[in-house]
Every structure is written in structure tokens, then in C-alpha cells.
């Protein structure tokens, strides 16, 4: 059975860090890639970065280029977020979701119907 569990969101202020984990079981996890997404109260589900777990490569939303950071470790098939320099417009709730690895290749990895397993997400509310 796929399973994705993330967790590590909380309440942190502007300018914070936290470490978002996402916990992966069932698969194989080098023949796929693991994105991270978050939806605002009222909006929509929006991507935030995707790793390609076979290479590495990533990939990130222009809103978090050079404050995010993902990574992975594959020995315990586990993907991490670090989130630093928080503003109030990161708070949402946070989603890990599996990516086929070819279709991270297409060039639109951050598309939410292309995934087909999600977590149950983990909150992140940054205060001002």
C-alpha cells in the first residue's frame, strides 16, 4: 500500500524556518519523484517544489525560489522541505504527493492532476 505522511509544519514568524518531512512507503522510491504543494485558506492547491528521486534534480515555484530548499534521502525513503525566511503568504497546508519519474520530465512537474498518491498534509501558519 502507497503511503505518504508528512509532517513538521507549525507556527512559526516571519523571517522563521521549519523543516517540512514527507515519509514514503509501498513504492520504489527511486522511480519516482515527490512534490511538495500548498493551499491557502480559499485558494487553490498550488505546487511549491518537486525533487526527482532517481537524479535529484528539482525544481521550485518562483515564490519560494531561493528560500525553500528540498532534498532527499533515499535510504530512508524520506523527502524533506526547509522552509527559511517565512512570509505570512507561505501559511497553508502542506501536501507531499508522488510523481511518476517520467512525467517530471515533461516540463510542467508542479501540476497537481499528474500526481497519484498525496499525504494527509501538516499545517505551516507563519504570523506577522
Known amino acids: 500500500e502507497v503511503q505518504l505522511q508528512a509532517c513538521g509544519g507549525g507556527l512559526v514568524q516571519v523571517g522563521g524556518s521549519l523543516r517540512l518531512s514527507c515519509a514514503a512507503s509501498?513504492?520504489?522510491?527511486?522511480?519516482?519523484?515527490i512534490g511538495w504543494f500548498r493551499q491557502a485558506p480559499g485558494k487553490g492547491r498550488e505546487g511549491v517544489s518537486c525533487?526527482?528521486?532517481?537524479?535529484?534534480?528539482?525544481v521550485y515555484a518562483n515564490s519560494v525560489q531561493g528560500r525553500f530548499t528540498i532534498s532527499s534521502d533515499n535510504a530512508k525513503n524520506t523527502v524533506y522541505l526547509q522552509m527559511n525566511d517565512l512570509k505570512p503568504e507561505d501559511t497553508g497546508v502542506y501536501y507531499c504527493a508522488r510523481l511518476y519519474w517520467a512525467r517530471y520530465y515533461n516540463g510542467k512537474p508542479l501540476v497537481p492532476s499528474d500526481y497519484d498518491y498525496w499525504g494527509q498534509g501538516t499545517e505551516v501558519t507563519v504570523s506577522s
Open positions: 509501498g513504492f520504489a522510491f527511486d522511480d519516482y519523484a
Open positions: 525533487i526527482q528521486l532517481g537524479d535529484g534534480s528539482a
